[in-house]
Nanobody, 119 residues
């Protein structure tokens, strides 16, 4: 069974840092694009950061320079390091693994981990 499990969420003060981790099982993780999404109450889910097999990264404009996405294919893990956190970063963060070559597409999600940025 495919499973993605996030960890590392919690409460942090504005300006603080938090690291999130995602552990994947049941897939050949190295063949998937690893992504992090977030969703705040009443808002649409948005892509925060993504990293390809070879380490190419993309970031949401509002988190550039503050967040860093990484992966370790040998450990089947993906990480999101969040620095200089702002209240608007408060959301449930989801780990995503995407396999998409046009002919076939697989899209898996974790259960989410809540991040609250508040003083």
């Amino acid at each position: 069974q495919v499973q993605l499990v996030e960890s590392g969420g919690g409460l942090v003060q504005p300006g603080g840092s938090l690291g999130l981790s995602c552990t994947a099982s049941g897939i050949i993780f190295s063949r998937y694009v690893m992504g992090w999404y977030r969703q705040a109450p009443g808002k649409q889910r948005e892509l925060v950061a993504a990293i390809t097999w070879g380490g190419r990264t993309n970031y949401l404009d509002s988190v550039k320079g503050r967040f860093t996405v990484s992966r370790d294919n040998a450990k089947n893990t993906g990480d999101l390091q969040m620095n200089s956190l702002k209240p608007e970063d408060t959301a449930v963060y989801y780990c995503n693994a995407l396999f998409d070559y046009g002919v076939v597409r697989y899209d898996y999600w974790g259960q989410g981990t809540k991040v609250t940025v508040s003083s």
